[in-house]
């Protein structure tokens, strides 16, 4: 019995160690820009739906050398937005990286915004 209720305790531990491994990172917002001018453009190109999409943006990335631990589609903005190049498009993902690839994400020229990973 005793050994029953230590296997119980280390297995438990393991397990919450384990599920909280994903989340430690840094969180981001990538937005999809008008004109096709963001650099992953080439990997998203032929995609038809948003998880593909993903997988191409997450593909992009990883070339690039980041660590991820998560990249999912958000739902499509169906609101208004401006034409010009540089503004948004209706995709975006969310990012969770690896916190020592921070920095070089940020010089891959990609509208980012840093998020809560909540």
Known sequence: MK???LLL?????LAC???AGPLNGVCFTLTERQCAMDPFNSYVKDTKTLEER???VAAYLRDQGI???????????????????TCPSEYSY??????EDTVKLKT???????KDCD
Not at 94 to 99: A, D, E, F
């Open 3 to 5: 050994n029953f209720g």
């Open 54 to 56: 993903a997988n191409g």
């Open 67 to 85: 660590a991820l631990s998560e990249v999912k589609s958000n739902p499509k903005f169906t609101g208004a937005v401006c034409l010009a190049c």
């Open 108 to 114: 891959l020229d990609l509208a980012l915004t840093e």
């Open 9 to 13: 305790i280390l297995t438990l531990a």
């Open 94 to 99: 969310r990012l969770v990286i690896s916190s």
């Open 17 to 19: 160690e384990r599920a």
